[in-house]
């Protein structure tokens, strides 16, 4: 249970057809137009009005634009590590064992678990037009959005094991990884950084907590993505540093494999839990705190 929770956060169940009404009724803490204006205002600065400028002619005023991601000062929050478009079946496989450079997901077929992903017109290897714009649309655009930099475990960047023999290998993506941001690899075995496109891969042997402070800074503000592999996010999970997961559910099960979880619920004594229904048959479940 999280600090301060005297109750499991609540969960809602949404339907793409009917984004604005829950299936089943939930009591979510009401809003007042006060706490509107403390989250857009965070602290105790005053905000500057036309009577109290006068007060404070010799005090002065702060820069409303002066922050590393563009944003006004008076929106800005504290940085979050993020899990986003994180594929598991129904029964909770997430890839499975034995990889290899020919099966990145071991002997897990990726296809039923990315498949929703690569029909939506925002998908970045799209070469021909078309594709969905519906939910699962919306959520492949919101990928890069306020993201910073990266942090992958090695078995994400690579299939080899041990220490390197080669530095030729570059990773699954080729000249133009999709990352665009500082990239940090966990891995017992350091190698040198190096660039491919406007992506640049570091390689870190930390802790989470350490690794996520190395990822902050470079972020300059903007949010950390956690990207995986499912090792990588139950360690983080574990720490505690984790504070939004976006899971994208495949209608079938696998059966054997390295597992996220057995249950969507496992996570709700640590997070708000909400999920949608999409047309495609995945079911999001968006969780926070």
Not at 10 to 38: G, K, L, M, N
Not at 112 to 124: E, F, I, K
């Amino acid at each position: 249970m999280m600090p301060g929770h005297d109750k499991r956060p609540h969960r809602r169940r949404w339907t793409s057809s009917c984004i604005r009404s829950p299936v089943q009724e939930v009591h979510a803490p009401r809003i007042w137009p006060s706490d509107v204006v403390r989250f857009y205002t965070r602290g105790n600065h005053q905000r500057p009005t036309a009577d109290n400028a006068a007060q404070n002619r010799d005090v002065p005023m702060p820069s409303t634009t002066d922050s590393p991601t563009g944003e006004p000062l008076h929106r800005r929050r504290p940085q979050r590590l993020k899990v986003q478009n994180f594929f598991v079946s129904q029964d909770g496989v997430a890839a499975g064992e034995d990889q290899t450079l020919e099966r990145p997901f071991g002997h897990v077929d990726p296809g039923p678990l990315t498949q929703w992903a690569g029909a939506t017109d925002s998908w970045p290897n799209r070469t021909d037009p078309g594709g969905s714009r519906g939910v699962d649309d919306h959520i492949v655009r919101d990928f890069t959005h306020n993201i910073g930099a990266e942090i992958m475990g090695s078995h994400k960047f690579s299939p080899f094991r041990g220490p390197w023999t080669s530095e030729d290998w570059k990773g699954w993506w080729g000249d133009d990884p999709p990352f665009r941001t500082p990239v940090f690899v966990l891995t017992h075995h350091l190698r040198p950084s190096f660039s491919l496109s406007d992506t640049t891969f570091h390689f870190l042997d930390a802790s989470p907590s350490e690794a996520l402070r190395i990822a902050m800074d470079a972020a300059q503000g903007k949010d950390v993505r956690l990207g995986g592999g499912v090792t990588t996010v139950l360690e983080f999970l574990e720490a505690g540093l984790v504070e939004d997961l976006h899971i994208a559910v495949a209608p079938h099960d696998i059966g054997s494999g390295l597992r996220l979880w057995t249950s969507p619920t496992d996570f709700e004594d640590r997070f708000h839990h909400e999920s949608v229904l999409s047309p495609s048959g995945m079911e999001h479940h968006f969780f926070w705190r």
